[in-house]
Every structure is written in structure tokens, then in C-alpha cells.
């Protein structure tokens, strides 16, 4: 049977109606019961596409382009679908189930069991109704180890960076669909759009892996549970570890899917001493604190969240807070000492903006001050605004750079320490009283102890003298 030409004819954009296609299958019923046996070798759909079908009285067999299948079809008073065996060959996934249809209703309740062949321990079992204008679906699943199954489904070049991140950066021991209720409109223009507006989904998520990033090392999850409501998907995990950083409390979200899909990651941290690993985290995005060797407890509680754009790389983007508590740390490799310091992050593709206020942030023994710094990292600007409460600068530069705590006091520094060799001033001694190295150690030993008396200093306020300090950098 040559159909080639039918199948070039103008598709017409007549709806097709619910008893046209019963009515259609009952004539082919009838027709198909006046043989014992029936086959059609050959029905060629295109030069390349053709099609045969076989029926042996009791069950058909056919096959199409992509579509093998055997099943059986009653006529009674309502029409009765037994699916044998169906395979769809390009996605690799078999059918088999049952389906029946009351002319009265005008409606079609089926049961289907869909096992994907490259995942065998997988099945995924579909209970719906459906009056072929809208369906209503009840699905759940077995525990599936892998979703390769459905790659075919994202072949088009504009789901590229979309399926990496699906089938390549996501790992996981197992995962269940719970339960599922699946609502849409078949309406070619409305399907999609109804599916996402009216559909619950419940899953769960065993031991998964998240790469968000080729530099960076994987975000660990215990049990995570997955949410679909309201055209978004919440990610909620009850245990996240990223390297040493405990993720109690964070979550992410996948919203909307239709157009440019945005993942929003929603991290929380409880305060420990981290190092660097949150400024290694944000640096794989090209996003470069001028932070590093953080010695204190951090806490952070950040957004990000990646767009993905139709052939183009994901555009990332950050927000949110990192507190760090009392300890030191260096910015733009200048050491500090703070009591605590509040960071704030606003990074797009657009800009790159960094906000810290601090506490008695101190650079060595001159500067102790309460800072407002706002760092522009795309222009690098700096621009400082502080509260003094103290500014030194002495002739005696070992009294500049001495380091110091909170309990120290700075306005009566201890004596330098010095040590005295009584092995090598018996020899000095020896040498008498107006040799050169008596006099010299003598010059020595004064200068030692005195050394702290003999200093002045160049500059000096508090907040009395000198309320405020602003200054601008600019490191381009």
C-alpha cells in the first residue's frame, strides 16, 4: 500500500473528534474481523519510511518508523486496548498495559507500566482518563538508578548547556517519582503551559551530587526531596555538605521552564572556620574576592543562581551576606584584624559589587577603625568611610607593626625584650674595658632598652581628635 502521497497532502487544521476516532476504529475493527489473517506487508509512507502490519485473528503486530508493537482490540459495549508489547526504538522505552473506552462517557481510562530498556530495575506505572481534548494522570515510580533514558528528549541544540547540567553535572544512587498528578489541555498550544500550570509532583532523591561548576568540588545531599508546584520545582535536601561546609538549611529552586529555565541556589551556613573555600566557590564564576587567608569563624547565607540562555554559556549571578566573627584576614593582601566584619555580595553579569562594614578593624598598631568599605570589582574603585578610634604612626617602625589583640595597650607598649649572652660578654671583658667590642656592646644593650623611649610619634588621633576617615583607591 502506497501512501506516500497522503501524507503529502495539506494538513488540514480541522480538531480531530473523539467519536470520528472510535467510529474510524470500529469500521477498522469490523473490516479486519471479516479475515482469519490479515497482513500488509509493505505500506510505504515515504521514499525512505515504510510501515507493515499483521493480524492473526486474535492479536495485531505492527510496525512503523520508531514503533514496534502487539496488542489485542475488542469490540463490546466498550472498546477494549490490550497492549502486548509496545516499543518506541528511538528513546528505547516498552509498553505494555491496557486501555478501555466508554462511548457513553466519551472517555478512556487507562493503566500503562513504561519500562525505559537501558535501566531494566526501572519502571514507571501511569493511571489516567482522558477525552482525548484534556488527561488526567496519576503516575509513581520504581527506584530508577539513571535518567539517561530520556536524552533523546533533549536534542535540540537550545537544550544543550540544559541537558549537561541534567545528565552530566547531577549524579545520584536513586531516584523515585512518589507520587505525580498530571493535568493538561491537548491543545498543541496549550499543553505544555496547562502541563506545568496544573501539575503536583512528589520525588525523592538518594545520595545525589551537584558539579555546579568544572573547578569546583561537588555539593554533597543525603535524601533530598523534590517538589513541582505552581510551574516551579523545589529542591529541598535534609543534609548538603560542600568540602568542610556544613549546608544545613539550604535549598534551591527551578523555575521558569519554558523560556530561559533559572536555578536558584539558596546556601546557608553555620559559623566555622571555613578558610577559603566560599571565595573558591564564587572565583569559578570569574567573580575574585580580594579576601583570602580568613583565620576566624564565617557564616554565609547567599543566592545564586544560574539562567540558562538559548545557545550561550549560563549567566550566573550572586547576592546575600558572609559574617565573618573576630579574627584576621587580608584584603587586597593588606593583614587585618577585625572583631567581626558583615560582607555583602550584589554580582551580576552586569556588575560586581562587594559591601563591608566592620568592627575594630585594625592594620597592625595604626589603625584601629569601624569601616564602611563599598568595592567596585569591575571598575576597581574602593571608596572607605570610617569611624576612627585610633590612628598611629611612629619613627619607630617595630612599634608600627606590632601585632596585637583586643586586650592589648597600645598607648604603653612593653619594653623591647633583649637577651644577654653571659658566655660571650665573659670574653668582651677579657678583651678590657676600652677595647672596641666592650664599647660596642655596651652601645647595644642601651640602645635595646631604650629603644622604645627614644620613638616619636608623626601622627596620632582617636575619635575625639578625628571622628571620620574617607579615602578612594583605584586599582585598575
Known amino acids: 500500500i502506497d501512501l506516500s502521497s497522503f501524507f503529502h497532502q495539506k494538513p ?40 507493515n502490519i499483521f493480524f492473526d485473528g486474535n492479536k495485531y503486530e505492527l510496525e512503523f518508523p520508531g514503533v514496534k508493537g502487539e496488542f489485542s482490540l475488542e469490540d463490546d459495549k466498550n472498546i477494549k486496548l490490550k497492549i502486548i508489547n509496545l516499543l518506541f526504538k528511538d528513546i528505547k522505552v516498552q509498553v505494555d498495559g491496557n486501555a478501555h473506552y466508554s462511548p457513553k462517557a466519551r472517555k478512556m481510562a487507562f493503566n500503562l507500566i513504561v519500562k525505559p530498556l537501558i535501566e531494566p530495575s ?12 484534556t488527561i488526567e494522570l496519576k503516575i509513581n515510580t520504581s527506584p530508577m538508578k539513571s535518567l539517561a533514558f530520556l536524552k533523546p528528549l533533549f536534542q535540540r541544540q537550545s537544550q544543550k548547556n540544559l541537558k549537561t547540567w541534567i545528565f552530566d553535572k547531577i549524579q545520584f544512587a536513586s531516584f523515585k517519582i512518589d507520587n505525580a498528578l498530571i493535568k493538561a489541555n491537548f491543545t498543541p ?18 545520595k545525589p551530587s551537584v558539579v555546579f561548576n568544572d573547578g569546583l568540588s561537588p555539593i554533597k545531599m543525603d535524601k533530598t526531596e523534590l517538589v513541582f508546584k505552581n510551574k516551579q520545582l523545589l529542591i529541598q535536601p535534609q543534609k548538603i555538605t560542600y568540602e568542610t561546609m556544613e ?21 546557608k551556613t553555620t559559623p566555622n572556620y571555613y578558610g577559603d573555600s566560599i571565595k573558591d566557590l564564587l572565583s569559578a564564576y570569574k567573580v575574585v574576592l580580594p579576601l583570602d587567608k580568613i583565620s576566624m569563624p564565617s557564616s ?3 543566592k545564586l543562581t544560574l539562567q540558562f540562555l538559548k545557545n550561550t554559556a549560563p549567566l550566573f549571578s550572586v547576592q ?30 552586569e556588575y560586581q559589587y562587594i559591601y563591608i562594614e566592620t568592627t575594630h578593624t585594625r592594620y597592625e598598631n595604626m589603625l584601629d577603625l569601624d569601616a564602611k568599605i563599598a568595592l567596585d570589582l569591575n571598575k576597581k574603585t574602593l571608596s572607605l568611610d570610617s569611624l576612627v578610634h585610633k590612628i598611629r604612626f611612629n619613627t619607630n617602625n617595630n612599634i608600627n607593626m606590632r601585632s596585637y589583640g583586643l586586650n592589648n595597650d597600645q598607648d604603653n607598649p612593653q619594653p623591647t625584650k633583649f637577651s644577654l ?47 571620620n576617615l574617607s579615602l578612594n583607591f583605584d586599582f585598575s
Not at 470520528?20 to 515515504?46: C, H, M, P, Q, T
Not at 503551559?193 to 525523592?204: F, G, H, I, Y
Open 421 to 467: 649572652d653571659l658566655k660571650s660578654l665573659h670574653s668582651i671583658i677579657q678583651e678590657g674595658e676600652n677595647s672596641e667590642a666592650f664599647r660596642r656592646k655596651i652601645i647595644d644593650t642601651i640602645k635595646a632598652q631604650s629603644e622604645d623611649k627614644f620613638t616619636k610619634d608623626v601622627f596620632y588621633a582617636t575619635g575625639d581628635t578625628l571622628k
Open 320 to 349: 546575600g551576606n558572609v559574617n565573618l566573627q573576630e579574627g584576621t584576614l587580608s584584603l587586597y593582601n593588606i593583614p587585618l584584624y577585625t572583631q567581626n566584619a558583615n560582607i555583602s555580595l550584589d554580582i551580576t553579569q
Open 189 to 206: 498550544s496549550e499543553f505544555i503551559p496547562s502541563l506545568l500550570e496544573n501539575s503536583v509532583v512528589k520525588a525523592t532523591l538518594m
Open 300 to 302: 554565609a547565607d547567599l
Open 247 to 267: 549546608l544545613t538549611g539550604s535549598y534551591a529552586t527551578f523555575s521558569n521552564l519554558l523560556e530561559a529555565p533559572k536555578l536558584e541556589i539558596f546556601l
Open 12 to 51: 488540514t487544521k480541522k480538531r480531530l473528534e473523539v467519536s470520528d476516532l472510535i467510529k474510524n476504529i470500529r469500521y477498522g475493527i469490523w473490516a479486519v474481523s471479516y479475515f482469519e489473517k490479515l497482513k500488509v506487508k509493505e505500506i510505504i509512507l515515504d521514499d525512505k519510511n515504510k510501515a
Open 122 to 133: 526501572a519502571a514507571i506505572y501511569l493511571q489516567g482518563l482522558t477525552d482525548l481534548k
